[in-house]
Structure formats: C-alpha cells, structure tokens
C-alpha cells in the first residue's frame, strides 16, 4: 500500500525561556501525527529569549488552521510569538534593481536550477537596463524612475507598494536598487525587505567605495545582506561574507571580487528568509541555517 500524501510545515517560535517549552510544543505535533523532520533552538542569555524552528510532515489533510488550534493553549501559556508557513509553497518576490545587475542574474540563476524557490512576480527599476533581460525570462518589468528633486518618490513607492500587494509578494529584495527608500515604505514592509551593500560601511562611504578601499590598502572585501530598516544601512543583519585580497589586485578586481560576494551572499539571503529560518530579535537576527 502506498504512503498516505504528506505535507510538510515549518513552525517558528520565540517567547521567554522557561522548563518544557520543547516537550509541550512537540507532544501536541506529535499528537497530530507529525514527525519531525527538523529541529533547532537557541537561547539568549542575556535577554533570556528561546527561540525555535521545527520542519514537520503530517498527513496532507491535516490543515494549519487545526495545528494553530492545537497550539493555541501552549502559544497563550508560554507567551509564545508563533509562525506557521507550508513549506511546499513556492513564494513570490518582487526584485528591484537599478543599473548594476549582477545580484539580479545570480537570484535568477539560482531560481532556474532550483536551489532558490521563488517566484518573481515582478522586476522594477528605476533605470532601462535590465527590461530585455528581464523581457527574456518572462517577467513584468517595471521602470519607475524617481525624478532628481524626489518631488515624484511618494508616488513610485506607492506603486510598487500596490505592485506587492497586487502579487502577494512575500518579499522585495533589492539587488543594487540605488535609491534609499522612504521611512514609510521602510516601515510598512519592515521584516520584508532584503538589501545587499558592501561592507565597508561606515569607513567608504558614497561613490566608488571599492576604489576608495583599493587607495587605502585594504586587506578584506565583504557584502552583507540586512532588512531594510528606516535607518539607512543598519537593519538586523541576515547574511555576511568576506575575501581576502591583496596590493596586487587592481580597484577594477576588487569590484569584480565584490560583485562575487553581493551576488552569494544577498542569494543565501533570500534563501534564509524563504525557508523562515531567520527569526527578528530586536536589532539582530537569529539565523537557524
């Protein structure tokens, strides 16, 4: 006889740390008839948070409408923050970019050969660059351009706001989106919006840092990928990565060596947030990776 159809969830949690937070969450899945096919937990010390992340299958007709319901006392009991996503869901995201498109290809890539589960419901941009690109993939493509002034900006971010909600966008990365987005639109989609930078920041600030680094001297190049937050660069870092290099190289390699890492490390990004293993904990993250 043929196994009866599974289904996998992913349930995420946080509350304070207390005795038996794992044994009562896992004898109610258990009681459901999950196995568990993932599992791991933390907890802070210093602020005294547990944090946990369970991948379970159950029987494909077991709603999560009835495992929130066989939560629920454990949930209000332990004071527990709570997230339950189907993992079978391929998400929609909305990448936006200006003209610099090398993260762009790489999350592109990586969706075409199945290592990235996504949809991209939309590619918007500020600039023309990518429209063939994007044209050749199948994929709305967007120009929105935002005038010199700003005296335009609340009206583009209105439309790509309406542009996320329209697709149910579960995401927006910015893959080198060149503009530095609204406190409001920061707010409003806070914990749902990727950014990739350099990581030189603060010590390389404004135009051509990786040729003001190669003037300096610099021994290591890095990217980090954080969510965007109304303060411009310092939203809870997801993602990080650094390459060594040396006086030999030529500012011309350290962008090339800097374009590796944006594109790596904003893709393991993305990826880190689609399978709800990254949980918000005050200005940092908790990343079950």
């Given at each position: 006889m043929a196994d009866a159809p599974k289904r996998t969830h992913i349930l995420t949690l946080s509350c304070a740390d207390r005795p038996r937070i794992v044994a009562s969450v896992t004898t109610i899945l258990a009681g459901l008839g999950g196995?568990?096919?993932?599992?791991?937990q933390f907890w802070d010390r210093a602020t005294n948070r547990f944090f946990m992340r369970i991948a379970f299958e159950t029987p494909?007709?077991?709603?999560?409408?009835?495992?929130?319901?066989?939560?629920?006392?454990?949930?209000?009991?332990?004071?527990?923050?709570?997230?339950?996503?189907?993992?079978?869901?391929?998400p929609k995201i909305v990448i936006m970019v200006s003209k610099f498109d090398h993260c762009l290809q790489h999350l592109m890539y990586q969706i075409r050969v199945g290592w990235l589960k996504a949809e991209v419901a939309a590619i918007v941009s500020n600039h023309e660059d990518s429209r063939a690109f994007a044209e050749a993939q199948g994929i709305p493509y967007h120009c929105?351009?935002?005038?010199?002034?700003?005296?335009?900006?609340?009206?583009q971010e209105a439309r790509v706001m309406a542009l996320v909600e329209e697709t149910g966008a579960e995401l927006v990365v910015l893959a080198r989106y060149m503009q530095v987005l609204s406190d409001t639109f920061s707010s409003?989609?806070?914990?749902?919006?990727?950014?990739?930078?350099?990581?030189?920041?603060?010590?390389?600030?404004?135009?051509?840092?990786?040729?003001?680094?190669h003037e300096r001297g610099v021994k290591l190049i890095g990217a980090t990928?954080?969510?965007?937050?109304?303060?411009?660069?310092?939203?809870?870092?997801?993602?990080?990565?650094?390459?060594?290099?040396?006086?030999?190289?030529?500012?011309?390699?350290?962008?090339?060596?800097?374009?590796?890492?944006?594109?790596?490390?904003?893709?393991?990004?993305?990826?880190?947030?689609?399978?709800?293993r990254v949980l918000m904990h005050g200005k940092k993250t908790i990343v079950f990776a």
């Open positions: 196995n568990i096919a993932e599992s791991a494909a007709a077991l709603s999560a409408d009835t495992i929130r319901a066989a939560l629920s006392d454990t949930i209000e009991t332990f004071g527990m923050t709570v997230d339950l996503v189907d993992a079978a869901r391929t929105w351009p935002v005038d010199k002034d700003k005296s335009n900006k609340a009206e409003t989609l806070f914990g749902r919006i990727i950014n990739i930078h350099h990581s030189f920041l603060p010590s390389f600030k404004g135009a051509r840092p990786y040729h003001q680094a990928a954080h969510y965007v937050t109304p303060d411009l660069d310092e939203g809870p870092i997801i993602e990080q990565e650094t390459s060594r290099v040396t006086h030999a190289l030529s500012a011309e390699d350290l962008v090339a060596v800097g374009r590796d890492n944006e594109s790596r490390v904003l893709a393991r990004a993305v990826k880190l947030h689609l399978e709800a």
